[in-house]
């Protein structure tokens, strides 16, 4: 994999109350899901709350809802219309889409209590963020993603910068395969055209962020949720 350039804004700024997207803007999105209100669960269609309901940690669910209350709020002021009236569907690969044929294209990920959602109306796009979790064999994902010369970097490095320059990989590779949307492996075998716009994103905490777009933006906006004169 070649080095990428990073977008590292020197403050994540809280957004606009009323964000505007040029034809050609990408827009970044960076939520704390552990501060975020708790009244984003009542944005939330019947199907996602029991959803939330399902998951085994309640932590986990409260994190998952707010998420997805997040990306109803954003989803709302972009289309301007009421969040609690969006029908989202889940299409291939797990990749969310707006019924009625909305003139928007965005993703969302979400890692811990960390969530990223990406915006444009130019091309499709896709988001990843990974923080570290429990130990895994980094090698061995690596091997079956990524490919000998990339592991044969990875063994040079420490345990530490190892962790970091995985995720690293790991995001780049995940933002492109849900640009694509394809699942896993989808993006070895992509071949038409040109290939996607990609950049990290500086997201703290040791973890890693990426952004894809099928092409580049005319300009790219990172911001923080809530939004200017939230609070």
Known sequence: MTDLPTASPAEWVPGPLHPQLDEGAVHVWRADLTTAPEDLRGLLCSDERQRAARFPRDHDGRLWARSRGALRVLLGRYLQS??????????EHGKLAVLDDQPLFFNLSHSDGLALYVFAKHSKVGVDLEL???????????????????VFRLEGLDPATQEHEFLRAWVRYEATSKC??????GADTYRGGQEPWIV??????????????????????????PCQAEG
């Open 82 to 91: 009421d969040p609690r009236l969006l029908r989202l569907l889940t299409g």
């Open 200 to 225: 990290d994103l500086d997201i703290g905490r040791h973890g890693a962020g990426a952004v894809a777009a099928e092409s580049a933006p005319s300009e790219l906006r990172c911001w923080n949720y």
């Open 180 to 185: 694509l949307g394809v699942g896993i492996g």
């Open 132 to 150: 570290p979790r429990r130990a895994i064999d980094r090698l061995a994902i690596a091997r079956r993603a990524f490919g000998p010369e990339e």
